[in-house]
């Protein structure tokens, strides 16, 4: 195997290792108020978050930007409570067509979150490289492995929301209701459980 797929397998099983659910819980959140029919618009969400942690991921990797690990610990699970949030207050008509302009402004939020979760991904990416002299190629690697697997996450929710949404006949004001209601539990629980405003 070579060594660019090697860490393109790190990256996507690192991404779908459910010890670090809480980066597929932003995943899902970003999801959730679409179905499968959307996924070129969830596409273009997931590509700005995973440019702007690729861009903090560098950073870090590089020791050019220096970040208290506890803060970043505490603000992914508020990036997943934000999004929750913001599902819970979208009106369904506003389905962030590509043509309107909160979309550009999701795509915005996306990539800035992605920055705060790239730092969260530089600890783990850190021991990996270990000694390595030319980091720049494993490190696109991991990314393109963290893509492929925040896409796997997407597809596979997408479709289990047009299972219920078509099969189940749940309404889909209710699905999106309902599991982001869900994120934003697990997501206050998370928050609550790093201790940092305490």
Do not use: C
């Amino acid at each position: 195997m070579s060594e660019f797929r090697l860490y393109i397998d790190l990256g996507l099983f690192h991404i779908l290792d459910f010890s670090g659910y809480d980066h597929m819980l932003f995943v899902i959140a970003i999801s959730a108020i679409y179905l499968l029919n959307d996924w070129r618009k969830v596409l273009v969400l997931i590509t700005a978050f995973t440019i702007g942690h690729s861009i903090t991921l560098a950073l870090a990797t590089l020791e050019l930007v220096k970040y208290d690990v506890k803060f970043i610990e505490f603000l992914i699970p508020l990036t997943i409570l934000i999004t929750a949030l913001s599902n819970l207050f979208t009106r369904d008509r506003l389905r962030f067509d590509a043509t309107h302009r909160k979309s550009y402004t999701n795509y915005f939020y996306a990539g800035f979150f992605g920055t705060i979760h790239g730092l969260g991904f530089s600890s783990y990416l850190k021991v990996l490289l270990g000694g390595e002299q030319n980091i720049l190629k494993p490190l696109f690697a991991f990314n393109v492995g963290l893509e492929i697997g925040q896409i796997i996450i997407m597809i596979s929710f997408l479709i289990l929301g047009n299972v219920f949404v078509d099969f189940f006949r749940v309404d889909r004001r209710d699905w999106k209701m309902i599991i982001s209601s869900i994120i934003l539990g697990i997501s206050l629980t998370l928050i609550l459980g790093t201790n940092y405003l305490f």
